[in-house]
């Protein structure tokens, strides 16, 4: 069975400073894909982030990076410089197995990030 | 821009009656689609998977019966809530795989949908 597991209920960080959102994971597949998700109040799910099992680069997509660590199982999000507009919940989640299940995404609990000006 | 869409965003429906909410993939055909329920500052949790062109597959503890899920095109996908009950107000929220090689390995979600039963 895969599991994401997100340590932080919340995180409180002050505007322009960098932030570490922490998630590890546990699967047997070889294969598997890893995602970051920022929903703010409004509720939707606002994709940020992919990294796939064999990338040997660390994914980043603007502010946003991924530092994956295989060996560790961990797939930690950077935001570098936040932003007031970057509090919200952010959520980690893994998708994998095979067909259909590569499809499925199990999500971690979630972190509450709060920037303060 | 969206690529998954759904509506309504919000409805409030009366006890029992039943309420639809639609999933469409824009510019893009997904086989599959997947509906989530989150309850408030809680996790997503998957409730179905949604397969075009045949029957729903459904994840354990979920009523197939009260959860009806409909996937008639490559683009849309339903989810009824029948005879709703004040417990079933949540959030409900819909996700799509793009297509390989034009959205890539991403898994998009829709806007969600608030439901409130009163």
């Known amino acids: 069975a895969q599991k994401i597991t997100q340590t932080q209920p919340g995180m409180f960080v002050q505007e322009k400073e960098a932030v570490t959102l922490d998630c590890t994971y546990d699967t047997s597949d070889q294969s598997y894909g890893l995602f970051w998700y920022k929903q703010p109040s409004s509720g939707e799910m606002i994709f940020l982030i992919y990294?796939?099992?064999?990338?040997?680069q660390n994914a980043t997509e603007g502010r946003y990076s991924l530092n994956f660590q295989k060996a560790r199982k961990s797939a930690n999000l950077v935001i570098s410089a936040s932003q007031l507009g970057d509090s919200a919940m952010y959520f980690c989640a893994m998708r994998g197995g095979r067909i259909q299940g590569a499809q499925k995404l199990v999500f971690g609990q979630g972190t509450r990030l709060t920037i303060n000006p | 821009g969206a690529v998954v869409s759904q509506h309504p965003s919000r409805v409030i429906c009366k006890s029992g009656t039943s309420v639809k909410i639609e999933c469409r993939s824009l510019?893009?055909?997904?086989?599959?689609m997947f509906w989530y329920r989150q309850f408030p500052k809680q996790s997503l949790m998957l409730m179905a998977t949604s397969n075009e062109g045949s029957k729903a597959t459904y994840e354990q503890g979920v009523e197939k019966d009260k959860f009806l899920i409909n996937h008639a095109s490559l683009t849309l996908s339903t989810l009824t809530v029948t005879s709703a009950h004040p417990e079933d107000s949540s959030f409900y929220i819909c996700?799509?795989?793009?297509?390989?090689?034009?959205?890539?390995?991403?898994?998009?979600f829709g806007e969600g949908s608030w439901l409130t039963v009163v």
């Open positions: 990294q796939g099992s064999y990338d040997e």
């Open positions: 996700s799509a795989r793009g297509a390989q090689g034009v959205f890539g390995n991403t898994i998009y």
């Open positions: 510019d893009f055909q997904a086989t599959t």
